[in-house]
């Protein structure tokens, strides 16, 4: 909630137009995380390394990295051309090597003889570039002699980001990228991912006569402990929060106030939110994503239960703050369940 993706996207916005660099962005958003450190089981680890490598090889179109072993779905534009052709190869196929021939019988000319060698080279050569393409991409796992297994799977235990490092560096190799930019990455207690990247890109700059490539990572600033951060990273651009729980009350306030929703005269009006109550519970407000999605909330419940109830706005706006605060309590408010229930119902208990 500082504002690190505004400023990346601004980067990328002001810079792009400038021909020396191009930007691939990752994110790891997709993952289950709070806003604390999560312990990676080794299974997760994987996880997040193989989304970064599907995010750079699939940013670009398959022919951009055509000898990359990762083959993706196509759609077979050719399909019915490529059947005549295997069609006519096979036919060839017959002509050539088989003692009585369908042509030949008829026609008794051996012109057709040098056709069918032509197209018979032509076809063989391209089945063979295909079998050399597909061949990268076969693995033997295992194989079985007489009921006894021999096994030479051990991918489980192989970091996924060194085991296709070649991959990594042929992509950078055949791509424009210069500046990759890595979102989410400390949203998980595991500092060995950022040391492999750190790795990956020590690599990519030591090839001699090839462009610098730059990482960036928008992270927390307690990611790194001690001194550890300063050893790590090259230069590092501390961001400043746009909110947090001192300047929130401000923020709410003037939000209010455009929708003409604030009571400062802390008189009884259920029509308007008084200003000592946002300024009470500004505190639990730290981040301006979530402010701003408890304020929407709030107009959007605002518009649609007014018309049907007579409620409270300061009651309401609450509910809308605890919702966002509490998701799966407020749920189960649906089956008459939680907290929340409980205190309505007159069944709350002082352990709770």
């Known amino acids: 909630g500082s504002g690190k993706s505004s400023i990346l996207k601004a980067l990328i916005r002001e810079m792009s137009n400038t021909s020396n660099y191009k930007f691939l962005n990752i994110s790891l958003a997709t993952f289950k995380g709070e806003d604390e450190n999560v312990s990676l089981n080794p299974d997760e680890y994987t996880a997040i390394e193989k989304s970064i490598l599907q995010q750079m090889l699939y940013s670009v179109e398959p022919s951009e990295i055509a000898n990359s072993r990762f083959k993706r779905i196509k759609a077979n534009k050719y399909l019915v051309l490529k059947t005549i052709s295997f069609f006519v190869w096979i036919i060839s196929l017959i002509e050539l090597f088989s003692p009585f021939t369908l042509i030949y019988h008829f026609y008794n000319n051996y012109d057709f003889t040098y056709i069918f060698a032509t197209i018979f080279l032509i076809g063989s050569l391209f ?14 796992s295992k ?18 980001l060194n085991e296709h490092i070649d991959e990594i560096i042929y992509f950078f190799d055949k791509t424009k990228y210069n500046i990759v930019i890595i979102e989410d990455l400390d949203r998980f207690d595991n500092i060995e991912i950022f040391i492999k990247l750190r790795e990956i890109n020590i ?66 009006d259920f029509k308007k939110i008084n200003a000592r109550f946002i300024k009470d ?14 304020f929407n909330e709030f107009i959007q419940y605002t518009n649609k239960l007014s018309k049907e109830i007579d409620l409270d706005y300061n009651h309401l706006f609450a509910m809308a703050l605890y919702k966002n605060y509490k998701p799966n309590d407020f749920a189960k408010l649906h089956n008459n369940e939680g907290i929340i229930y409980s205190i309505f119902s007159n069944d709350y208990k002082n352990d709770i």
Do not use: W
């Open 281 to 294: 519970i500004s505190i639990y407000i730290n981040d301006m994503r979530f402010l701003t999605n408890v």
């Open 127 to 140: 089945i063979l570039k295909v079998l050399l393409d597909k061949l990268p991409n076969i693995q033997i």
């Open 143 to 160: 194989f079985i002699i007489q009921d006894q297994e021999i096994s030479f799977s051990g991918e489980s235990q192989k970091s996924i």
């Open 203 to 268: 690599i990519l700059n030591k090839k001699k006569n090839k462009r610098k490539v730059s990482f960036i990572y928008a992270i927390k600033d307690d990611i790194f402990t001690d001194k550890d951060r300063t050893k790590f990273f090259d230069y590092i651009i501390p961001v400043v929060p746009f909110i947090n729980s001192s300047n929130s009350f401000k923020k709410l306030t003037d939000l209010l106030e455009q929708e003409n929703l604030l009571n400062k005269k802390h008189t009884k």
